[in-house]
């Protein structure tokens, strides 16, 4: 694919990975956060991250299944790196709205909602992967122990949709979609990699 090419879908995929927080700025400004402004920050966050998430997730799979969109990958990195900016912001939300900066009311909430235990978890497993985002970190991992790490995703995909079931009310199915666009995406890996090697195998016994 051509440079200017790249340059310019990468423009795009900053602007959209950029607007939802450019409509909260929008919003807080000119007062049209509605009724609850500190939910609609949350609820606004909180799925972005997740379906930001989603989409890191289905890059790798797409481009097995499709090799003309191999070049997503290099989209990758900048789909990751905002997934954590959201995930970071809907934590502050937390920390600066719902706790009003108090560790003692961070640390019982942490404890007592499991819905909370769930989040931070979350957050915290996407911690290392944003500070390892860089090609130095690469370098001085080496790939293989980076790309083991960066397996992190998926346990951290995993919290966060177990923290978005448990902190909706008993009966609303909302987390639905999301819960089976994951599972697929989770499940595509290992099914891709065994599709793969009997592909691998045949060639062999072919050759031979
Ligand atoms: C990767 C990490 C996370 C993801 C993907 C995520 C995702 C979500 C989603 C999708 C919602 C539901 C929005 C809605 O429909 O109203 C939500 C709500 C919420 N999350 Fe998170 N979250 C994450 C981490 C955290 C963390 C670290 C905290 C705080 C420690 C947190 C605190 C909350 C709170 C307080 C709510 C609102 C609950 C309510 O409405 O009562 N989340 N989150």
């Known amino acids: 694919m051509r440079h200017s090419t790249i340059v310019f879908l990468k423009t795009l995929a900053w602007a959209a990975c950029l607007g939802?927080?450019?409509w909260l700025v929008w919003c807080a400004v000119t007062n049209?956060?509605?009724?609850d402004p500190?939910?609609?920050?949350?609820?606004?966050?909180?799925?972005?991250?997740?379906?930001?998430?989603t989409i890191s997730l289905a890059i790798t799979p797409v481009r097995r299944l499709v090799p003309q969109l191999a070049w997503m990958v290099r989209f990758r990195r900048l789909v990751g790196l905002f997934v954590?900016?959201?995930?970071?912001?809907?934590?502050?939300?937390?920390?600066?709205?719902?706790t009003g900066?108090?560790?003692?009311?961070?640390?019982t909430d942490i404890v007592k909602r499991r819905y909370i235990t769930a989040g931070m978890a979350a957050w915290l497993l996407l911690l290392p992967l944003a500070?390892?985002?860089?090609?130095?970190?690469?370098r001085k991992l080496g790939g293989k122990r980076w790309s083991r790490l960066h397996k992190l995703v998926y346990v951290a995909a995993v919290c966060g949709v177990v923290h978005y079931w448990w902190q909706v009310k008993p009966g609303v199915l909302t987390p639905v979609t999301i819960t089976v666009l994951l599972g697929i995406l989770l499940l595509a890996r290992p099914v891709?990699?065994?599709?793969?090697?009997?592909?691998?195998?045949?060639?062999?016994?072919?050759?031979?």
């Open 20 to 22: 939802p927080f450019v």
């Open 32 to 35: 049209t956060l509605g009724p």
């Open 38 to 53: 500190t939910a609609t920050i949350t609820f606004t966050t909180g799925l972005v991250t997740l379906r930001l998430l």
């Open 84 to 98: 954590f900016f959201y995930a970071t912001l809907h934590l502050m939300t937390w920390v600066a709205l719902y």
């Open 101 to 107: 900066f108090d560790p003692k009311a961070m640390s």
């Open 131 to 138: 500070a390892t985002s860089t090609n130095w970190a690469v």
């Open 192 to 208: 891709l990699a065994y599709t793969q090697r009997r592909r691998s195998a045949a060639a062999r016994v072919t050759a031979a």
